[in-house]
């Protein structure tokens, strides 16, 4: 008797893509833009660079595995001019092909050194156990307002929103490792970051990633938002 073995018939995760990046990079400080790229399973990814009058100006051509990566366009010599531009990133899998579109402001010198006008700074708490009880969403004092407890991906998607004004992220290291840290400060690289740790040779990682603080986990709520305030100054 012969039996004839049915094909391997298991369907194929359907490819997601998911983007998120810097709305704003100094010229004299910055020659690369930080993205942060997720799919569903591994990809060829071409990132194009456009003008403010839509004109293409540069390409670039990544290939990424499943889950997420956080990579370096690096600004051709060429592009050095302030102004707004486009990167248009397009993934490809089989026969599955998504589009995303990101928006930056490369900022010159003069421009970099010119003071916003005064905005509520939002805050988000990236894990932060340990302050869930006195911290939460809405919490508001001296110009800064805690908007979001969130994931690594809620994080990345809140601070890249143009809709929102995220410069400070209180990240919980022992939930989500030092690297959330550096790959943080790599896409958006004016953001705040205070890092949460229990050992201080965990701190000291934290510091040396890109966080501008690094507290121990005996943290209270109060001493946490008092160091929200002060770094919200600087």
């Not at 910055?30 to 540069?58: C, D, E, H, M, W």
């Not at 499943?66 to 050095?80: E, Y």
């Not at 905005?119 to 307002?145: C, D, F, K, M, T």
């Not at 550096?182 to 229990?198: E, K, Q």
């Amino acid at each position: 008797l012969v039996v004839a073995r049915a094909a391997d018939t298991a369907p194929q995760t359907k490819l997601a893509f998911s983007v998120a990046g810097s709305k704003k990079l100094a010229l004299q400080k910055q020659t690369t833009i930080g993205v942060r790229v997720k799919v569903s399973r591994p990809a060829k990814v071409s990132a194009t660079l456009f003008g403010s009058n839509k004109q293409r100006l540069y390409s670039w051509r990544l290939n990424v595995r499943a889950g997420a990566t956080v990579v370096r366009l690096r600004l051709p010599r060429q592009i050095r001019r302030p102004g707004a531009y486009t990167i248009a990133l397009i993934a490809q899998s089989g026969s599955e092909t998504i589009r995303r579109t990101i928006s930056v402001a490369l900022v010159g010198p003069k421009l970099a050194q010119v003071q916003p006008p005064q905005q509520q700074i939002e805050v988000v708490l990236a894990g932060a156990q340990s302050v869930r009880a006195g911290l939460q969403p809405g919490h508001a004092e001296r110009g800064v307002r805690v908007v979001a407890h969130a994931t690594p991906d809620q994080t990345f998607a809140l601070t890249a929103s143009a809709a929102r004004n995220v410069g400070i992220v209180v990240v919980d290291v022992d939930a989500y490792g030092v690297g959330f840290v550096g790959d943080l400060r790599t896409v958006f690289p004016s953001l705040r970051l205070i890092a949460i740790a229990r050992e201080p040779a965990t701190r000291g990682r934290a510091i040396r990633a890109g966080a501008l603080l690094a507290l121990p986990r005996s943290t209270s709520s109060r001493q946490l938002a008092n160091a929200i305030v002060r770094i919200a100054g600087r």
